[in-house]
């Protein structure tokens, strides 16, 4: 995919009051950046950051914290955030990372509409993998549970196998998800463009 550039990418991430700096200086206290001791939710790949924005707005009793690496996919998501969401950090970074910046203090993994690196000598780079799969037991913080959304059959099968095999237990597996929920979803911009076209959203929690 390629990512159009903001003019005044940069102007925007430092005037954000809500991309946290030097996120590696947190570990294990993102709490205390909070002031409060709520459960933390995560993103990981956040895009323009329809999903944890409205997730922050209607669950103001968990915290939130978008992960993003792209500067110009930021540059889009900062702006949308209404001024004085307490429940809300922003991280620029890489996921590879993830275990420097956070330790035993994550409740809960979102991984929507991620890169489904496709050519067999990229599955590694899943963030379904064993390789990333190992990076999140560092982080969670007692119980391990993570939601994924995709479009893309053959990483969601992938994941089905991957979290199977690593010891997580598999509930509320849809391979048609707007089709079958009977809740109100809060979507993602990528969501909303495949479902209106007829492709179907497949998703599943694990938990373990």
């Known amino acids: 995919m390629r990512l159009r550039n903001v003019k005044n990418k940069e102007e925007i991430l430092n005037q954000s009051k809500y991309l946290v700096r030097n996120p590696e200086k947190y570990i294990g206290q993102w709490k205390n950046t909070f002031y409060n001791d709520n459960p933390i939710y995560i993103e990981i790949g956040m895009g323009k950051g329809k999903f944890i924005i409205e997730n922050a707005i209607k669950y103001p009793n968990i915290n939130f914290i978008g992960i993003e690496k792209f500067d110009s996919v930021l540059a889009r998501c900062l702006p949308k955030i209404p001024e004085g969401l307490k429940n809300l950090k922003i991280i620029r970074m890489d996921a590879l990372n993830i275990e420097k910046v956070f330790s035993k203090e994550i409740d809960r993994i979102y ?50 196998e991957s979290l199977s095999q690593n010891g997580y237990k598999l509930f509320n597996i849809t391979f048609d998800l707007h089709n079958t929920s009977q809740e109100e979803l809060i979507t993602t911009e990528y969501e909303d463009k495949f479902s209106s076209k007829g492709m179907p959203i497949y998703s599943l929690e694990a938990r373990k």
């Open 111 to 160: 991984l929507n509409f991620s890169d489904p690196w496709p050519k067999i000598r990229h599955h590694s780079r899943r963030l379904t993998s064993k390789v990333f799969l190992n990076k999140y037991d560092f982080i969670f913080k007692n119980y391990c549970e993570i939601f994924q959304r995709t479009d893309n059959q053959q990483l969601f099968i992938y994941s089905l």
